[in-house]
């Protein structure tokens, strides 16, 4: 069994940074592409960004694009969400997850991600304005 974790969220003030965490163990890492995902109470669930799986190409939704920042470390099975600038419509449950690729169609607002197979349980970030 897979096992996705995610860790990093807190509370915060706005204008403040925060970085999340994704382990993922016995995964081959280095073979997948990793994407980041938030749900706001109430809300769907949203793309937040995405990852290659070298981490040549990034992709980010518009609400988040210069702001956050996703990268990855193979070595350690490990993608990170440097989170800058946050607002308190960042606020939500982020989640991780483990797919064959993602991309992003000119002027679509999210990424797409194609058989993300694998999901976190997800950590939570408030932001107080």
């Known amino acids: 069994q897979v096992q996705v974790v995610e860790s990093g969220g807190n509370l915060a003030q706005a204008g403040r940074s925060l970085r999340l965490s994704c382990n993922v163990p016995?995964?081959?890492?280095?073979?997948?592409?990793m994407g980041w995902f938030r749900q706001a109470a109430g809300k769907e669930r949203e793309g937040v960004s995405c990852?290659?799986?070298?981490?040549?190409?990034?992709y980010y939704a518009d609400s988040v694009k210069g702001r956050f920042t996703t990268s990855r470390d193979n070595a350690k099975n490990t993608v990170y969400l440097q989170m800058n600038s946050l607002k308190f419509e960042d606020t939500a449950m982020y989640y991780c997850?483990?797919?064959?690729?993602?991309?992003?169609?000119?002027?679509?607002?999210?990424?797409?991600?194609?058989?993300?197979?694998?999901w976190g349980k997800g950590t939570l970030v408030t932001i107080s304005s």
């Open positions: 997850a483990a797919g064959i690729g993602c991309g992003q169609r000119a002027g679509d607002p999210e990424p797409d991600y194609y058989n993300m197979d694998y």
């Open positions: 016995g995964l081959t890492f280095g073979d997948y592409a």
């Open positions: 990852i290659s799986w070298n981490g040549g190409s990034t």
